[in-house]
């Protein structure tokens, strides 16, 4: 069992940056793969972001190219998304998620085991 949750979230200014971040805890929770998902009203799950279990590999959908970053702290058990240059259409729940596939990680929500609660995002124009 793996537990997540997730902090960081608020209101932001278009352009402004936010830091979310999440910690992750339970049973070899240092062998999960860890993602960010974005659901925003009205619409489907949307994942964002996603680091393998060492904290090596990266991987990004392209909304978050060049705009996010996602980091781990294989040590704390955490893992952080770092957004920057934010937009409106930014403005979402965005959830933190373990996956079992350690490496590559995957980009869809079904290959992932463990969800947090959730933490609001929203960017005003």
Not at 57 to 85: C, E, H
Request: some cysteine; hydrophobic content about 30%; overall charge positive.
């Amino acid at each position: 069992q793996v537990q997540l949750v997730e902090s960081g979230g608020g209101t932001v200014q278009a352009g402004g940056s936010l830091r979310l971040s999440c910690v992750a805890s339970g049973h070899a929770v240092s062998r999960y793969g860890l993602g960010w998902f974005r659901q925003a009203p009205g619409k489907e799950r949307e994942w964002i972001a996603g680091i393998d279990w060492s904290g090596g590999s990266k991987f990004y959908a392209n909304p978050a190219k060049g705009r996010f970053t996602i980091s781990r702290d294989t040590a704390k058990n955490t893992v952080q998304l770092q957004m920057t240059s934010l937009k409106p259409e930014d403005t979402a729940v965005y959830y933190c998620a373990a996956t079992r596939y350690g490496s590559p990680v995957p980009s869809i929500d079904v290959r992932y085991d463990y969800w947090g609660q959730g933490t609001q995002v929203t960017v005003s124009s």
